[in-house]
């Protein structure tokens, strides 16, 4: 695992989009692990420009998210389809056809199961993550097996409190959601993770200096040998080594 500290974020997005620039480029028929909330945003906009200017594009390329709230439907402005289509799709030239987010409202044990068998047949070429303050990535809270593949999950209060941010009350935030597990996730062949701000700092310093345990989910990374690892200085503000 390799770490990059910044002070300038625009700089760090660029540094992520380029890693996504070489693969759509290189790639005959790339497929991108997605990832939602806060910390992918700048990644999509840059991505978006290089885009527009004809630089990278998305036509032979096909997605995977990392997951989905239970309940919320795609139309919903805080499902995590809506936010793809909001900060991505909808912009560059992919073939929403070829995108898969897991859908919070089918039968739960189906969609996993359906997920996990369209994973099984493509081989993810680059996936951006984000991590939980807890050290969660995608939705695998602590305690998850290092061996789990797509599943339904009971969202942990500290995940529900962090994300009421984008809900009007606390209580309309879902309580349960579908994710890819760990192992679908570490099968990716690249994995570039960014963290950002202060209450990231924690789960910085379980991701990079934690021994391998499942409390700390993320820390599954450091037995990866192609992670690259994207921090603002608050973020790593917590590494002592
Ligand atoms: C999102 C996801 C989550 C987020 C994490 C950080 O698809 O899987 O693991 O990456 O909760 O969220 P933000 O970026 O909003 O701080």
Same mark, same amino acid.
């Given at each position: 695992?390799?770490?990059? @500290?910044?002070? %300038?974020?625009?700089?760090? %997005?660029?540094?992520?989009a ?7 480029? !290189? ?8 990832a939602?909330?806060? *910390?992918? @945003?700048?990644l999509y906009? /840059? ?9 990278i594009s998305f036509?032979n ?17 805080q499902s995590y389809a ?11 030239? =992919?073939?929403? /056809?070829?995108?898969? @987010?897991?859908s ?14 369209e ?6 070429? =680059? ?5 939980g ?11 998850? !097996?290092?061996d789990?593949?797509?599943?339904v999950? %009971?969202?942990t &209060? ?5 994300n009421?941010?984008?809900?009007? !009350?606390?209580?309309?935030v879902?309580?349960?959601?579908i994710?890819?597990?760990?192992? %679908? ?6 994995? =570039?993770? =960014?963290?950002m ?7 910085v310093?379980?991701?990079? &200096? ?22 603002? !200085?608050?973020?790593?503000s917590?590494? *002592?080594?």
């Amino acid at each position: 695992m390799i770490y990059k @500290v910044y002070d %300038n974020t625009d700089e760090l %997005n660029r540094e992520a989009a380029s890693h996504f620039e070489e693969v759509l480029t !290189s790639v005959e028929s790339p497929v991108l692990g997605l990832a939602t909330g806060s *910390t992918p @945003v700048g990644l999509y906009k /840059e991505l978006i420009k290089l885009c527009k200017d004809e630089k990278i594009s998305f036509k032979n390329a096909s997605s995977f998210n990392l997951d989905e709230y239970v309940g919320l439907d795609a139309a919903h402005d805080q499902s995590y389809a809506y936010f793809m289509r909001q900060n991505l799709f909808d912009h560059v030239d =992919i073939n929403i /056809e070829n995108t898969h @987010v897991p859908s919070g409202l089918g039968d739960n044990d189906k969609v996993c199961a359906d997920y996990n068998a369209e994973l099984e047949k493509h081989v993810v070429d =680059i996936q951006i993550l984000g991590i939980g303050s807890n050290g969660h990535i995608a939705f695998n809270e602590p305690g998850t !097996s290092f061996d789990a593949v797509t599943h339904v999950v %009971n969202l942990t &209060e500290q995940s529900i409190t962090d994300n009421a941010r984008f809900f009007d !009350s606390i209580d309309d935030v879902p309580k349960q959601a579908i994710t890819m597990g760990l192992k %679908n996730i570490y099968a990716s062949k690249k994995i =570039i993770l =960014i963290a950002m701000g202060e209450n990231k700092a924690d789960a910085v310093k379980m991701l990079i &200096e934690d021994a391998p345990n499942t409390d700390a989910p993320c820390s599954i990374l450091q037995n990866h040998d192609n992670v690259v690892v994207l921090l603002d !200085s608050a973020a790593a503000s917590k590494l *002592t080594k």
